[in-house]
């Protein structure tokens, strides 16, 4: 049917004009389509497709308005004005017409889905999508599914994570290919096909004829669209015009895809039908927009570089179909003539670009088959290839790739665009290395190709019949071959080796990475990577390709001047190797695992090794390494090394037969080695001014993403060359690498020819670390990672020096803590596991005798004092004794007896290679070379003074330290002569010329050391230094033979250098036993001491740097520890002074001949001093907003996040809530100055003030402020807001607190016992607060003080927002700044309380003791609440205290609002009004007296409010009880007298009349027992009580008492002196008995009840509620997190916001009231502030706590900073996982929340977390 459609568009329309008459569009399409489709289901249905055919070219080419502008190319970047979007939308109806054939579209599409065969999921998704991957079940490592499917398959304990798609992906769920059935979620586990039924021909059949039409109208729109962009500028907005203008288009094919299984294949057919698109876009006859589009097609074709095969023949063919034409082949010739000038143009500029890689380029295409083909040929022959090649043009806009991707469930199309892909290889290659947005085309490469290349069979059929593997590496190749350059590695002038530059962008920004990753794909695949190890071209032609790599980015050590600018481009170069080098290797490794491999590992060994010749040739590397030169990079060597270590412990492969000869050995170990040598001059500071970047390079090397592949391959290559080359050729390789051989010798001075002094102790160090290392490291010689602490693991893997230490110090810690070991352990030796026999020769380094030379070398030294000797290398040179010694040969016993033969060599100083017998070899005399000015030579020789001594010294075997360098020389010449075949190559002798260091050098002279020691008998004398005792060494087995005849040698010793020395011995003693007696020998001559230095004025010059700083440290130390002290005292002195010795008594006159006035220091000026009026100290604060407080709710069930729709919190049961309802119900009835002295605010915004101690003068501290205000350095605070730190501690803090000037008087002044009755007190508190202004500072009078006390005030004020200070109904009332100034005091009262666990059960001393400024803030409070006299008419304190003669004239008029009822007050808000009244100091039984007063109100109020919640029948029962006691003899304690007495008296109102009886029973379902009355009545009064208590402990300074829970009622009220002392009765304790009532209670009681009487007659209700206060507030608590993250991350990722009803991009929920918000979203912004910040100030007064969701993390917003907290959510390792980058199940931690919660109720946000920034409102 399609052929037939094919031969009506050949057919042309010219010739049968269709029936339709011009006016079609008009015409209904229904009806036409239907036609149409009838016509066409005829059997002879020639007529029907001609007319389909005119109606199409008449529809699409009107769509196409492009042909008819004339401005032809102008028009088709312009997109045709707005004419073009009506017709095209118009087209598009008649195609859904037409399809439909003349039903309903969408019925149509329901009939197509019904039919959809398909078992794939195949969901396209795009970049940033949340996706799932799951190694049990993926088959390839690329294998993804969408959330749906994860979710609906079963997953359990399997190895899966969320991660979000960088490049955009499709889900594999039912594709067998890519994963195991087991996986597939429910839907796709149907193999449906069997009850699918037949799609019925006629259904698609008018698809079939309509698709080309309009696939071909699509390309032509693209060809007409494509301008090449002039001068290699793209005019992306060309493009992008383009492209916009098609989105209608390309959806609607998305569309079709979406259908299913039945219209996918139709569109199969169409795009893969050769015949099609020959007819289609062949003949372009007489249509000259048809022509002109194909002329366009050609041109880009060929200025992409591509050639369009046989082009002549082409013309052939067309000839005869499009009828002659004579411009149609004018047009052509003009074409191909421009098309060859391209050409040839393009040619040059392509080797213009290779001037370097001419060389490689010849040898590398012979190699490769066809190399040029791939690069340069390009022949479309279907629709696909066309529109992918357009695709790629277009540089793959995201429509068109998600259209290809949803085609991919059709296996056919599959495989075809699998091939198209391939073939487009090279030329999409040359498209991302043009493009500009190199970035989002590469993420969209990969998008496609790893749909493609992750399905193995596809890979394999695909590499079979298209030459994949071929393609992609000479791709690869290519790619890397533009931005060659000379390698000035080595041989700088010679070289012919070429790197890549990675300074390109083509390696900056990781251009190569999409091709690369393909590479990687595709090698996962076993049978393909087989193809690839099997195939010596590709082998050669990949191992050119990673020499490119090998020895970039090379570092020069800068000698003279800083280097100028530090380039970054080895972030290039590390990620270059890493992705391009090693991770085919990995890949490629991954198959070597059996032995039936082993002909792969020979070929890569093979090619490997050729490549490294080739190398070694191309720099002219001879035998040593180029100085002051490293280069990190060497790929090749790597490549070799893994092998190899696969070879040994998968392959069982000989190792020897894979390796080299000795020569190719020696230059393989020398790259490598000159690596570790320079991490140890790196971290000497010896390229320090090769800039920062030097010490990124050695930190990445080591570091844990790069070390598999860097720095472990290196070493395990050192590790084989050791085992194979001459021990003492490869350990004096290693100290002249590392420079320190001039430093290994005996005599005391010596001259270092390469290296400055200072830098001698770090590389002697690096040195031994590294033999360390390359002898204990098992990674690729045995098992691999150990459960215990391996300093030598830790040395390796730790990217900075102090990570090292810090380790070390954990490990000490835990030695103490489990009883290990007291002492400073060393680093923890462990027993090594044994070597494969392969590497057994690697311990042939711990038997040579350059090593024993060595060492005893330096045991002789560090036992002498010498220079440059630390702890850490004696610990070292033991640890490699021992190793020795555990590693040594088992003929031992036999050579005892040659011990007393003539000594075999002359100039040797030991007899053998065995360290166990060397370790007893006595060495007399040394020979070395010192400078002129050493001690040494002014000695006489030994030798004058006998000629015997002479003769011994001939025998003894003197030596020269300094044939090491000799030695190695003459080693490398006896190598390079046993290889036969290289032996007529003359060895340029190096000079070491270059090494020596400038300016004249001292004369070196030889002198004769006496010695006289063995290693033994060193290391005794060395247990003596150590221990400090003489003669300290006692061999253990002569007092316990056992421990010779079973030694217990545990895995592990712990333990310091003298048990090191301990265990060596043993060790020694154990395997021989000439050693055992040697050593008695030795502990028995008595050693004498060691003589005392004699310091020289030459060494006392180089007197260490180190012993110089050491001593600063220890002086600093020492001042420091005095300033604690100081400190110390300073605060036990001034903090915790008892408040009224702070105080001044109320007249200066009263003050008693004993006042000591408290003195402060300030940590500014350092001086100490009292504070005054005119320069007064204060301590520095931190103010701020908290919402802790209103976070309290009355119940214990914790609130938890909400994680489905159906939770949801509202907050009306916090305290905040609370406490707002009932002030606007006061304000609703009573008079508002009056409501606003009832309660207290500040539950919101309250200001909390805090202080870390630390006083300072107000004046010192303005000049630091403005000290800090000229400071550059950038802060983490705003100084501008008053922030600082504070001088001392470094805490964060806003203000500053003045001290009141006081004095310290003794505590007993104020607490005498009090004799003055009540009533008396009473009316002396009446006058007080009457009294004006009694401070002994007038205000009137400016002082500093005072000034300083206002502006303070200010602070606190402006600390929280106007909306939690201004609760008024008359804005800017006084009442206003008097409630909020007694509510901060309230706030910080009850934080403390809260800070306390909610009550004083713990008692002591307050936790904050020194760190409480309550009182100074009480005086500040005081000092401005005195400013507003309350008038005496409406001082609360005479309705507590006085009867009233006319109760009714209390009620207020008519038309003036009442007061608020004494009753209906809030006690502590009293309390705090009536104390902050007073002239301060107060005197403690005044204080005394307000408590007793208060105190009676209050146990009313609880009576009133027990009475409202009992039912009738109680009431009566009560009142009736009472009655019967009233006239007992102390009835004013009694509770149910008092309760009766107040039932009566009000239920004169209608206070109780409300209730019908149903709701009585809702009330109180409990029946009240007079234990439950009681317990109520106390817990009622309980919080007063608490708070109360705080404020006498911090205003007297009196110790609060601990105590069990159940008696805190009683402990508090004594303490308090509500009861009297004498209180101790058996029976259980009643509350009442606290009442001390100032009048008679009755009366008292009838006068306040009468109050709400006349409320209640109006306002039952509303009088019922005011009188039962909640005041049992449980501790605030942040939201409970469920247990796994998924479950919030599923809800809250995709939930919508309700502001503006997006998605967010960062959605964040808030932990304390569960908001759910946009982070730095702009939708919700309201007056520049972002919805976070908004919400922090809303709902934590500046305090805001979230959790981000698509990060896991936790942020924390305070005022106009934030931080990131960290996450409370860890893996199963217990790891944090940021950005949800590894997207494992993470499980909430329960300490980290607990953490999180403790900072956020103890506001330590500020001082725990360090890192601040500024988020100018923006989050």
């Known amino acids: 049917m399609a052929a037939a459609a094919a031969a009506a568009a050949v057919g042309g329309p010219q010739q049968s004009q269709p029936e339709l008459p011009a006016p079609g569009l008009a015409l209904d399409k229904a009806a036409t389509a239907a036609h149409l489709k009838a016509a066409l289901s005829r059997p002879d249905n020639r007529a029907g497709a001609e007319e389909l055919q005119a109606l199409l070219e008449r529809v699409l080419s009107a769509e196409r308005p492009l042909a008819a502008a004339a401005g032809g190319e102008e028009a088709a970047a312009a997109g045709g004005g707005g004419g073009p979007g009506a017709a095209e939308e118009e087209a598009l109806e008649w195609c859904k017409c ?116 309009f696939i071909f109208c699509l390309i032509q729109y693209l060809r007409e669209g494509y301008n090449e962009p002039a001068a290699d500028v793209p005019s992306e907005k060309d493009l992008n015009k383009v492209l916009q203008l098609l989105e209608p288009q390309i959806s609607f094919l998305e569309d079709l895809t979406k259908m299913g299984g039945a219209m996918r294949s139709v569109l199969t057919q169409v795009l893969t039908n050769q015949q099609n698109y020959k007819d289609l876009t062949s003949g372009p006859g007489e249509n000259a927009c048809a022509k002109k589009s194909h002329e366009k097609y050609l041109i880009a074709l060929k200025s992409s570089g591509l050639t369009y095969p046989e082009d002549k023949l082409v013309y052939g063919i067309q000839e005869p179909s499009a009828g002659p034409s004579t411009l149609a082949v004018q047009g052509f010739a003009g074409a191909t003539g421009t098309l060859g000038q391209v050409d040839s143009s393009d040619e040059e500029d392509q080797d213009g670009n290779q001037g370097l890689g001419k060389r490689k380029r010849v040898k590398l295409s012979s190699g490769t088959k066809a190399d040029q083909s791939i690069m340069d040929v390009l022949k479309h022959k279907s629709f696909l290839e066309e529109l992918l090649f357009w695709t790629i043009k277009y540089e793959f806009p995201q429509k068109m790739v998600t259209f290809l991707l949803n085609m991919l469930p059709d296996q056919e199309y599959k495989v075809a665009f699998t091939k198209t892909f391939v073939q487009h290889y090279a030329f999409i290659m040359k498209t991302l290395k043009k493009s500009h947005e190199s970035d989002t085309m590469s993420n969209r490469i990969v998008h496609i190709s790893v749909q493609l290349f992750s399905n193995e069979e596809l890979a394999r059929q695909v590499t079979e019949e298209c030459q994949l593997l071929d393609i992609m590496v000479t ?24 790197v890549v530059n990675c300074g390109e962008a083509l390696l900056k920004n990781n251009t190569y990475w999409p091709l690369v990753s393909d590479f990687i794909n595709i090698l996962s695949h076993q049978s393909v990577a087989k193809r690839f190890l099997e195939d010596h071209g590709l082998l050669v032609t990949w191992m050119n390709f990673v020499s490119f790599f090998q020895g970039m980015n090379l570092n020069k050590r800068e000698l003279n001047e800083h280097v100028e600018f530090e380039s970054q481009t080895y972030y290039a170069a590390f990620a270059a190797e890493l992705e391009a080098c090693a991770q085919p290797m990995w890949g490629l490794l991954s198959h070597c695992k059996i032995r039936e491999t082993q002909e792969y590992t020979r070929n890569v060994v093979r090619y490997c090794l050729e490549a490294l010749q080739d190398w070694f040739d191309a720099i002219n590397f001879v035998d040593e390494p180029a100085p002051n030169q490293v280069t990190f990079h060497l790929p090749l060597h790597r490549y070799y090394a893994m092998f190899l270590s696969k070879a040994v412990k998968c392959q069982e492969l000989d190792l020897d037969s894979v390796l080299p000869d000795q020569e190719m050995l020696m230059k393989l170990m020398i790259h490598p080695l000159q690596i570790q040598a320079s991490l140890a001059e790196i971290h000497s500071n010896m390229w320090v001014r090769n800039g920062l970047q030097i010490k990124g390079q050695a930190m990445t090397y080591v570091q844990s993403h790069f070390c598999n592949s860097m720095i472990d391959p290196d070493i395990y290559l050192l590790q084989v060359c050791a085992s194979r080359l001459d021990p003492d050729y490869f350990i004096s390789s290693v100290f002249e690498r590392f420079k320190v051989v001039d430093l290994l010798t005996m005599a005391s001075q010596h001259q270092n020819t390469v290296l400055d002094a200072e830098h001698e102790r770090s590389m002697l160090e690096g040195a031994l670390t590294f033999l360390v290392i390359l002898l204990s490291l098992r990674l690729h010689l045995a098992e691999v990672w150990d459960q215990e602490f391996d300093p030598v693991m830790v040395i390796l893997r730790t990217v900075y020096r102090r990570d090292v230490q810090s380790a070390m110090d954990r490990y000490t810690a835990f030695l103490k803590q489990s009883g290990k070991f007291p002492g400073n352990p060393w680093p923890p030796y462990k027993k090594r596991t044994s070597l494969h026999p392969s590497y057994k020769g690697l311990m042939r380094l711990l038997h040579c005798k350059t090593l024993h030379i060595v060492l005893f070398t330096l045991l002789y030294k560090i036992l002498m004092d010498h220079q440059n000797l630390s702890e850490h290398v004696l610990c070292m040179v033991l640890y490699l004794i021992e190793l020795g010694l555990e590693n040594s040969a088992e003929d031992e016993s036999d050579e005892e007896t040659s011990v007393g033969g003539p000594e075999r060599c002359h100039d040797s100083w030991f007899p053998g290679s065995n360290l166990v017998s060397n370790m007893r070899h006595f060495i007399n005399y040394v020979r070395v070379r010192v400078p002129e000015t050493a001690p040494e030579v002014k000695r006489d020789s030994p030798a004058s003074t006998s000629s015997d001594s002479l003769g011994s010294l001939q025998n003894s075997g003197t030596a020269q330290v300094f044939s090491l360098v000799a030695e190695r020389r003459k080693k490398f010449q006896e190598i390079i002569n046993r290889s036969s075949s290289e032996a007529n190559q003359v060895v340029r002798p190096k000079t070491s010329s270059k090494w020596s260091a400038p300016g004249s050098a ?42 010779l005849i079973q030694p217990e040698i545990p895995k592990y010793s712990h333990g310091d250098g003298i048990t090191a020395v301990e265990r060596i011995l043993l060790k020694a003693a154990l395997q021989s036993r000439m050693n055992k007696r040697i050593i008695e020998e030795i502990c028995r001559k008595v050693t004498p001491p060691v003589p005392p230095k004699k310091i020289t004025a030459a060494e006392k010059k180089t007197l260490d740097k180190e012993e110089r700083r050491q001593k600063a440290r220890e002086r600093q130390q020492k001042l420091l520890a005095e300033f604690a002290s100081r400190q110390k005292s300073f605060m036990e002195t001034a903090m ?63 609130k938890k996040l909400p994680i489905t729709e159906e939770e949801q919190i509202y907050p009306w049961d916090t305290c905040a809530a609370v406490h707002d309802v009932r002030l606007s119900l006061l304000q609703r009835y009573f008079k508002d100055s009056s409501c606003l002295l009832a309660v207290s605010i500040g539950w919101e915004g309250g200001v909390y003030v805090q202080t870390c101690g630390h006083t300072l003068h107000i004046d010192c501290h303005k000049s630091y402020m403005e000290s800090l205000r000229n400071d550059q350095v950038l802060q983490g605070f705003s100084v501008d807001k008053g922030e600082f730190t504070c001088p001392l501690c470094r805490q964060f803090a806003n203000s500053v607190l003045p001290c009141y000037p006081g004095s310290n008087v003794e505590n007993n002044l104020w607490q005498r016992p009090c004799n003055k009755s009540m009533q008396d007190l009473i009316k002396e508190v009446e006058e007080l607060q009457g009294r004006p202004g009694a401070f002994p500072v007038s205000i009137s009078s400016e002082t500093n003080l005072s000034k300083e006390m206002e502006s303070v005030m200010k602070d606190i004020k402006n600390t929280t927002q106007k909306k939690y200070r201004d609760y008024s109904k008359t804005p800017g009332s006084p009442d206003n700044d008097f409630l909020f100034m007694y509510s901060v005091a309230r706030t910080n009262l009850e934080l403390e309380l809260i800070h306390r666990g909610g009550n004083l059960c713990s008692g002591g001393a307050s936790t904050a003791g020194k760190r409480s400024c309550l009182n100074q ?68 039984e005044h204080f005394t007296c307000i408590v007793k007063v208060l105190f009676t109100l209050l146990y009313t109020q609880a009576l009133a409010a027990l009475s409202v919640k009992c039912s009738e029948e ?126 008679p209670a009755f009366d008292i009681i009838t006068q306040w009840c009468f109050e709400i009487k006349s409320f209640t007659e109006r306002h039952a209700e509303q009088g019922k509620a005011l009188l039962i206060q909640e005041s049992r507030w449980k501790l605030p608590h942040l939201l409970q997190l469920p247990e796994n993250y998924n479950t919030i991350f599923q809800y809250y990722h995709r939930k919508t916001c309700s502001v503006c009803t997006k998605v967010p991009k960062d959605p964040a929920v808030c932990l304390v009231c569960g908001t759910f918000v946009c982070l730095k979203g702009l939708c919700c912004k309201q007056q520049s502030y972002c919805e976070c910040v908004l919400h922090s100030q809303n709902c934590g007064a500046g305090t805001g706590i979230f959790l981000l969701i698509n990060a896991s993390v936790i942020i924390i917003i305070r005022g106009h900073r934030f931080c990131l907290w960290g996450s409370v959510y860890l893996d199963a390792h217990g790891e944090e996982d940021r950005d949800l980058r590894r997207g494992k199940p993470l499980y909430i931690c329960k300490e980290r929340y607990k953490v999180l919660e403790q900072q956020w109720i103890s506001h330590t946000f500020d001082h725990i977390n360090k890192r601040w920034g500024p988020h100018y409102n923006g989050l």
């Open 98 to 213: 037409l399809l439909a054939g003349g039903g309903g579209y969408d019925e149509f599409c329901a009939a197509v889905r019904a039919y959809d065969p398909a078992a794939l999921c195949g969901l396209v998704w795009t970049a940033n999508f949340v996706a799932y991957r799951c190694r049990t079940c993926g088959i390839s490592p690329c294998m993804s599914l969408c959330a749906e499917c994860f979710h609906q398959g079963d997953h359990t304990g399997h190895d899966f994570n969320m991660f979000r798609s960088q490049a955009g992906g499709a889900c594999d769920c039912g594709d067998s290919n890519v994963m195991r059935e087991s996986g597939f979620c429910k839907r796709h586990q149907i193999k449906s096909s069997s009850n699918i039924p037949c799609v019925p021909k006629d259904l698609l059949m008018m698809s079939e004829f309509v698709l080309p039409r």
């Open 475 to 498: 791709v690869l190749l290519y790619m890397m071959e533009s931005c060659l350059i000379k390698s000035e590695l080595q041989d700088e002038e010679n070289s012919l080796h070429v």
């Open 1002 to 1043: 001292p004369q070196l002279t030889t002198a004769i050391l006496e010695i006289k020691e063995s290693i033994l008998s060193l290391l005794i004398k060395l247990h003596h230094k150590l221990s400090g005792k003489q003669n300290s060494y006692y061999p253990p087995w002569l007092d316990d033979i056992e421990i």
């Open 1136 to 1198: 915790d002074v008892d408040s009224p010795e702070n105080d001044i008594p109320m007249e200066i006159t009263t003050a008693e001949p004993q006042v000591s006035e408290a003195v402060y220091d300030c940590v500014i000026c350092g001086q100490s001093g009292p504070s005054s009026e005119d320069r007064p100290t204060g301590l520095v604060v931190l103010l701020q907003a908290s919402s802790v407080l209103g976070q309290c709710r009355d119940n214990v069930e914790p």
């Open 1417 to 1484: 803030l009480f005086h500040v409070l005081a000092l401005h609440m005195r400013l507003y006299s309350i008038d005496s008419e409406y001082n609360p304190w005479k309705k507590l205290t006085q009867l009233v003669e006319d109760m009714n004239s209390q009620l207020g008029n008519e038309e003036q609002q009442p007061e608020v009822p004494i009753l209906y007050h809030d006690v502590t808000s009293l309390l705090l009004i009536q104390i902050l009244m007073m002239p301060q100091p107060l005197h403690k």
């Open 1514 to 1639: 109680d009431r009566s029962a009560w009142k009736h009880m009472g009655t019967l006691k009233k006239n007992i003899c102390d009835a004013e304690k009694s509770y149910e007298v008092l309760l009766s007495f107040v039932i009566s008296e009000l239920s004169k109102g209608k206070l109780y009349h409300e209730e019908g009886s149903q709701e009585c029973s809702m009330i109180s379902p409990i029946a009240w027992s007079p234990e439950s009355m009681e317990k109520y009545l106390q817990e009622f009064c309980l919080p007063f009580l608490r708070i109360t208590s705080l404020l006498q402990h911090h205003l007297f300074g009196e110790d609060l008492p601990s105590c069990q829970e159940e008696e805190e009622f009683s402990v508090l009220s004594s303490c308090l002196g509500l009861l009297p002392t004498f209180y101790q009765t058996e029976h259980p304790f009643i509350s009442a008995s606290c009442l001390d009532w100032p009048v």
